[in-house]
């Protein structure tokens, strides 16, 4: 899994060159950094709280200087929009795909942890692996991922 989700983060560095488009908004690396910190947040906790393989996302350049992480998957779809102010909430919708269930809200995303349980547990709820974890866990730690 960790090999997986550093594929796509490394994968998503690109939103970081310059753009040939002079229309486009060109996405700050401490903007794809706090994507990036919160997503791997999200994937822990996920993998901690809930014993489960999360999904992994697109990392994608979103509006206004943006990053978007998106799952699109066959039954369900979310969108957490990290903006490129470091003060304001990132956004999230997700929908079940079929009238199951819908959710949406904010959080802080440098707090992107258990902290914010609804989401992780709409999440944990969508993935269909479920893991052993290790009786060594530190749960001092489980909030701090580099």
Known sequence: MTNELD???????????????????????????????????????????FNRILDLPEI????????DLHWEYPTY????????DPDSKAGFYGDDRGGKGQTKGSFDPAICNDDNHGLLLWLAMRCSQVVSVPSTYNTADKNTVK
Request: charged fraction near 30%; aromatic fraction near 4%; glycine fraction near 6%.
């Open 7 to 49: 594929k796509i983060i490394e994968a998503s560095r690109t939103m970081l060159e310059p753009e040939l488009d002079e229309n486009e908004v060109h996405i700050q690396e401490e903007t794809w950094m706090r994507a990036v910190k919160c997503l791997r947040n999200i994937v822990k906790s996920v993998g901690y709280e």
């Open 60 to 67: 994608l350049p979103g509006p206004d200087g943006s990053v």
């Open 77 to 84: 779809e979310m969108l957490i929009n990290i903006p490129a």
